[in-house]
């Protein structure tokens, strides 16, 4: 488990005054309760997460916020008396989750979030929090459900109930079994990544549930999406927390109180499942004889760019994807598909203008709406930016570093937006690929799509091995401009068209 994101995220000050109301949620089932016992057996349906009465805990209270400026904000959550940790990761993801939502959708109309407690018992807790988002479309709900061990003071993310990233994938695989046959479910949109299974708990007998928001894997008329893994199926894949977390679901403790902690510093060692890094250190870019390259592409995701991760796939290479707002909306599951296939995902701006005509305020509000796309649908917060055409100044850079972002240019320019040609495309590449260039095209152009495939192969016979950018460049400054992974021997750049 961890004491905070995998990726770093900002924080963001309270929209309004917070006031402590009257609790809210479900009353405790009746006829469980054994004589001389001091557990009752929790709330909830074969389909469903598990459900606790705040009545059976001690202290707790909830913490509301409200406003109305530019979008109708009403948030709650629960205080749990010596569950500090879990306090504070619900008060900042929640600001952060109403921020984004607002930023990537200029319709934003309204966002809300309630909770319920889903398991408070063996010194557990498990915060189920309902967030309600419209905009011109209407209304989407989705659930998001967070956990802490009083043990430890750790907070932790539904997918830390399972072992490692290979347990969540095999997860993935029985989800994908289980709705296989449920009317309108696509499951070729399931992918083991953090924000697709961000609420994870249990049934009152153990089986394991997983909610999917209205939308993401099946059309938004269709309604909330559950599956339930038999507990025999999900056992081997629980990590030792997810095993204590598995027991404490079945029970409830009344007067349940969580002892004083002292929460753990700093964040664990341990992986997020489903949380990806952009460098691999079994991969070292650093020396030229390392022959790493580093292949982008702009302006996508597009039609195509599911054929364009099936070769890179097929040659386990990795590619940086410089995305953009427009047809970023129109395609979130290709995004979610590129980062859970290992790939970089980084930020091409909104609409694609040159960033040197529009003043700071404009660039601003070029960035700002891409990271918080990115950041909603997959839980990376991007790094790289690359500036459209390649136009940028010192006014476009300030903005940048503020934001987190180095930018990214090019060594190598394919022209594959200006001539089309995919043989062109694997020409130009072969003939200035180097150790360490960083090479520009557009995944919006059938004639590039066309080329991977041999450029791939040839490439892999010249010894280079395909990788992020990150991969390639090692850590990077934000506000700070790159072109190449050995700066000696930078070449030129180009105009991105």
Request: proline letters at 6%; hydrophobic letters at 35%; a negative charge.
């Amino acid at each position: 488990m961890v004491t905070g994101p995998r990726t770093t995220l900002p924080y963001l000050a309270p929209t309004a005054a917070i006031v402590t109301l009257a609790l809210v949620g479900c009353s405790v089932g009746e006829g469980d309760q054994s004589s001389g016992t001091d557990t009752v057996k929790p709330e909830g349906e074969p389909d469903q997460l598990t459900v606790v009465s705040p009545e059976n805990v001690a202290g707790i209270d909830e913490v509301t916020t409200s406003e109305d400026d530019d979008i109708l904000v009403e948030t709650a959550h629960p205080d749990i008396p010596n569950a500090d940790p879990l306090t504070e990761r619900l008060s900042s993801t929640i600001e952060r989750e109403a921020r984004d939502f607002a930023d990537a959708y200029p319709d934003a109309t309204a966002f809300t979030v309630d909770w319920n407690l889903s398991v408070a018992a063996d010194d557990i807790v498990a915060v189920r929090l309902t967030r309600t988002e419209e905009n011109s479309e209407g209304e989407r709900t989705g659930h998001a459900t967070y956990w802490y061990d009083a043990t430890t003071g750790e907070t932790a993310y539904s997918t830390e109930l399972l072992a490692g990233q290979e347990e969540l994938d095999t997860l993935n695989d029985l989800v994908s079994e289980a709705l296989q046959d449920q009317e309108d479910v696509d499951t070729a949109k399931l992918y083991p990544i953090m924000r697709v299974y961000e609420s994870l708990g249990f049934n009152p007998d153990g089986d394991l549930v997983a909610e999917f928001d209205q939308g993401e894997v099946a059309p938004p008329e269709a309604g909330q999406v559950n599956a339930v893994i038999d507990q025999e199926d999900v056992e081997p894949l629980l990590s030792q927390f997810g095993e204590r977390a598995q027991t404490a679901a079945t029970v409830v403790t009344e007067n349940f109180e969580l002892p004083e902690v002292n929460p753990k510093s700093g964040a664990s060692d341990e992986s997020v499942p489903g949380v990806f890094p952009v460098r691999d250190d079994d991969t070292d870019c650093s020396a030229t004889e390392s022959k790493c390259i580093a292949l982008t592409f702009d302006d996508g995701p597009g039609g195509r760019t599911p054929e364009l991760l099936d070769a890179l796939a097929e040659h386990d290479a990795k590619a940086t994807f410089f995305v953009t707002g427009e047809p970023l909306r129109e395609n979130l599951d290709i995004l979610r598909r590129e980062y859970a296939e290992g790939h970089q995902i980084a930020n091409h701006t909104e609409a694609h203008p040159n960033l040197t005509t529009i003043g700071s305020g404009a660039v601003a509000d070029e960035l700002i709406p891409v990271n918080a796309l990115v950041r909603r649908e997959t839980g990376h917060e991007m790094t790289l930016m690359r500036p459209p055409f390649g136009a940028t100044d010192d006014e476009s850079a300030k903005v940048s570093e503020e934001l987190g972002l180095a930018e990214i240019l090019w060594s190598v320019d394919t022209n594959d937006w200006r001539h089309r040609d995919s043989g062109k495309v694997t020409k130009h590449t072969m003939e200035q690929a180097k150790p360490g260039a960083i090479v520009l095209m557009h995944d919006i152009h059938g004639s590039t799509i066309d080329a991977v495939p041999e450029l791939l192969e040839k490439l892999e016979e010249e010894g280079f091995t395909m990788v992020t950018v990150s991969q390639l460049l090692g850590e990077t400054e934000p506000g700070e401009r790159y072109r190449d992974g050995h700066p000696d021997e930078e070449d030129v750049d180009e105009e991105d068209k």
